[in-house]
């Protein structure tokens, strides 16, 4: 069954994003994997790798797996709690650890077919915990699912609208399709937001209306719409499209060079992290298959 994993270090943050990915997954159908890497000690998750005895191995994994499976009763309760309706989909929620390189760790984790969704937290005000150091790259560059970065104390509710930066690439054709599964149980709207960085505006016309009549005919989702962004620097659009328009997550795909690559190869993708009061969904390109929710 289609899987959302969580990476927890069993911060407060990590629990905020934990909660939402439970949120998100009932209503996509799916289940909640809790993951943690147990390699490391558990006040710096992600910090120095260090060498540990099989007993140390040992102990750490049991501690791991016990604040693992304390945090998914917390869940659950709560899930039980604040269910109103009893024939409303609960995800079912279980625990992994392995340990080994964070490279490592997420290919073991990747190895299960049936992630769809890798989920992350960071701190509202500033980087830390997983965000430490290049670990958020890291993460990005070696999962081959969308990442969604949950912002600290983000409380899952229904989506109104998503909101996707594009640079209308043929492939985000994949993306937008992806999107619109992960919409239509909400009814919401999919917002393509063209952050214009031409010269031309003849060019980018032809561009944007060709790309648009591809969604047109390939997509069957009605609540697909255009608006432009005429910025040429990517992260002055990002915030204005932030601060000036309503939507529940900010979407984008995480390319290697080109336009998009000044921001992931940079410190944006960190400073809109630790700005944004919303999820911030990465999707990998280039990607064999991308989930259709």
């Known amino acids: 069954m289609k899987t959302i994993a969580v990476l927890t270090d069993f911060s407060t943050r990590a629990e905020s994003a934990a909660r939402y990915a439970l949120g998100l997954a009932s209503h996509l159908q799916a289940n909640v994997l809790l993951y943690n890497s147990f390699l490391l000690p558990s006040s710096e998750p992600l910090g120095l790798q260090v060498a540990w005895s099989m007993e140390s191995y040992d102990e750490i994994q049991g501690d791991t797996e016990k604040e693992l499976h304390a945090l998914a009763e917390k869940l659950r309760s709560e899930l039980t709690i604040n269910s109103i309706d009893s024939s409303s989909f609960k995800p079912t929620i279980y625990c992994k650890c392995d340990h080994g390189t964070l490279s490592h760790s997420l290919e073991l984790l990747l190895s299960d077919g049936e992630i769809i969704l890798v989920v992350m937290g960071t701190h509202k005000k500033g980087i830390s915990g997983f965000m430490m150091s290049n670990h958020l790259h890291e993460v990005i560059d070696n999962v081959a699912r969308p990442v969604l970065i949950v912002p600290e104390n ?75 962004v005429k910025e040429n620097q990517v992260q002055v659009g990002l915030n204005w499209l932030a601060e000036n328009v309503a939507f529940e997550m900010l979407v984008m795909v995480h390319r290697h060079k080109g336009f998009w690559g000044q921001f992931f190869n940079g410190s944006y993708t960190q400073k809109m992290a630790a700005q944004l009061n919303i999820p911030l969904m990465v999707y990998p390109c280039p990607a064999n298959s991308l989930p259709v929710f």
Do not use: W
């Open 154 to 228: 983000a409380v899952f509710k229904s989506i109104s609208k998503i909101a996707f930066a594009t640079d209308m690439k043929g492939t985000d054709l994949e993306v937008v399709n992806s999107l619109a599964g992960l919409a239509r149980p909400f009814n919401a709207e999919v917002m393509l937001a063209h952050i214009s960085a031409k010269a031309s505006e003849e060019e980018c016309a032809k561009m944007v209306t060709h790309f648009l009549e591809e969604v047109a005919n390939v997509i069957n989702y009605q609540k697909i719409y255009y608006r432009s």
